[in-house]
């Protein structure tokens, strides 16, 4: 006879879902496997994935009393279920999208066939506008014509699944709920931060298209964006072979074992079926972490890695004895907040010059670009909130919808979208939400940072030591904004990222 269902088997039971559902996607997503299987485990653990469970963790989250430890643990427990609920029926959608993405070739109309995964890497290092926007038409073509369809499909079933739940009165107010996050809040930030910023933008935008492209910002789509942020004239001060163990001896001087004594995993090479997306996948928690990424060239595969290995980091130093929503759920702000306090070192002068072939004459060219990079970044995502917001509120048609985004992406970048990117270009459940809350975290974290370990914490040997102890052990029990009081006293806002771009703008 089966063990009741409870909260503990839920656990349990769930720590061993995570863990097989983590290897498949880890696998097939870093083309070890054709396939991703996760039908047959949603099968295998139906009981937990019941109506029951989920009534069991809805009748815990409202015995709860706020703001204790108890509804801290509830909410997470509600939510996985929740997100569950959904992703348990949309299992078939996500091998067949999986499957697509890891087969599709785009037809170019020279001739030549590019492997879908690797169109971004094409435009980023292509140098000729005009094979840029041959290979960006054959990219729209093919998505509009194919994988626009299912992940519309995909954004429609999940929104109607979660509302028929009927933890609250729409999917944005459920979201709200579950995550502890202020949808209205953060958009209200990111309206005055396109706002603010805007001046600054229009000032510097142009300018740098022209230089870097030879083309006028109205000329240019999200393809010659890759393009330009690929930043190339700097490639030489990041040659691969340096990557990994500059990086590594980085870790160690800031008293930390990059490799969390063999419980991280480097997955670096090029390999084909592998997505051009970089990821971490946390299969075992603390125990099994897996940092892949697929080689693009340059300064970029150096910050992608480092955001990369702050994940890796943090899962892998996470504490074991905290329960299964701790170190699987949470506010992924935290773990992002990490990700990027760890790529956001290739803005700082001295670790550049330290670890990076980077020269000071050079140095202030880079930061430069970097300050553009990290407005456009911070702009783009504003926009992406806004624009999911409604994608998700519902008010609008999904008809709609594509021209919405292309007005918004387009007026908040000065780059031009597609049409065919308005359900591709979406990172589910708000994930847009919890880049941009890390944004703010890894500000305030930094200064943090600073003020105890000096300017260079990031090879004090005393910085490590108190990360592991008083950031990734606690995985991610807190929310952003609770921890950022914790640690820094301070609120999360733009403001401190708004006066350091303004500073590496010169």
């Not at 496997?33 to 099968?43: D, R």
């Not at 038409?137 to 014509?145: D, I, N, P």
Request: glycine residues 6%; charged residues 30%.
């Amino acid at each position: 006879m089966s063990e009741p269902l409870s909260i503990e088997r839920l656990r349990k039971e769930g720590e061993s879902f995570n863990e097989e559902l983590s290897r498949e996607f880890y696998e097939s997503l870093s083309g070890l496997k054709a396939e991703a299987q996760i039908q047959p485990l949603y099968e295998k653990y139906r009981a937990i994935f019941s109506k029951d469970a989920l009534e069991i963790t809805r009748e815990a989250f409202l015995g709860s009393s706020e703001g204790t430890e108890e509804r801290r643990s509830a909410r997470l427990l509600l939510d996985w279920q929740v997100e569950s609920h959904s992703s348990r029926q949309l299992a078939s959608l996500d091998e067949r999208e999986i499957a697509w993405e890891g087969d599709a070739v785009v037809q170019l109309s020279d001739g030549r066939q590019i492997p879908y995964q690797r169109t971004s890497i094409e435009l980023g290092n292509s140098t000729d506008r005009h094979e840029r926007a041959m290979i960006e038409s054959a990219r729209v073509k093919l998505v509009g014509r194919e994988l626009a369809p299912m992940k519309r499909e995909r954004f429609q079933r999940e929104r109607d699944i979660t509302e028929a739940i009927g933890i609250a009165s729409g999917y944005n107010a459920t979201w709200e709920l579950l995550s502890g996050i202020s949808l209205d809040g953060l958009r209200a930030e990111c309206e005055a931060f396109l706002r603010d910023t805007q001046g600054m933008w229009d000032d510097v935008a142009p300018r740098v298209a022209k230089r870097v492209l030879g083309m006028a910002l109205k000329e240019t789509t999200r393809a010659d964006a890759l393009a330009l942020f690929r930043a190339r004239e700097f490639d030489e001060f990041f040659p691969a072979r340096d990557m990994e163990s500059a990086i590594r001896r980085q870790v160690t001087e800031m008293g930390i074992d990059p490799e969390a004594n063999g419980r991280i995993i480097l997955d670096t090479g090029d390999r084909q079926g592998k997505r051009s997306r970089a990821f971490c996948a946390p299969v075992r928690v603390p125990n099994e972490v897996y940092l892949v990424l697929r080689p693009h060239g340059g300064q970029t595969d150096w910050s992608t890695f480092l955001h990369e290995l702050g994940h890796a980091l943090h899962y892998a130093y996470m504490r074991p004895d905290l329960p299964l929503e701790f170190r699987f759920m949470g506010d992924n702000s935290v773990t992002e907040g990490y990700a990027m306090l760890f790529d956001h070192l290739m803005q700082d002068a001295g670790w550049l010059h330290r670890y990076t072939g980077l020269e000071k004459s050079t140095s202030p060219a880079f930061l430069r670009s970097a300050g553009f990079e990290e407005l456009h970044f911070l702009r783009r995502y504003c926009a992406k909130l806004i624009y999911e917001t409604e994608l998700y509120g519902g008010a609008l048609s999904w008809e709609a919808l594509p021209d919405l985004y292309v007005e918004l992406l387009s007026s908040a970048t000065g780059f031009q979208y597609a049409r065919a990117d308005a359900f591709v270009d979406v990172d589910p459940r708000y994930y847009a939400a919890r880049y941009l809350r890390a944004w703010q975290l890894q500000a305030l974290l930094a200064e943090t940072l600073t003020q105890k370990f000096d300017a260079d914490w990031w090879r004090n040997p005393k910085a490590g030591p108190w990360m592991v102890e008083s950031l990734f052990g606690e995985a991610q029990r807190e929310l952003a904004h609770e921890q950022a009081m914790r640690v820094s006293g301070k609120a999360l806002s733009f403001a401190p990222l708004v006066r350091k771009i303004e500073r590496m703008l010169g």
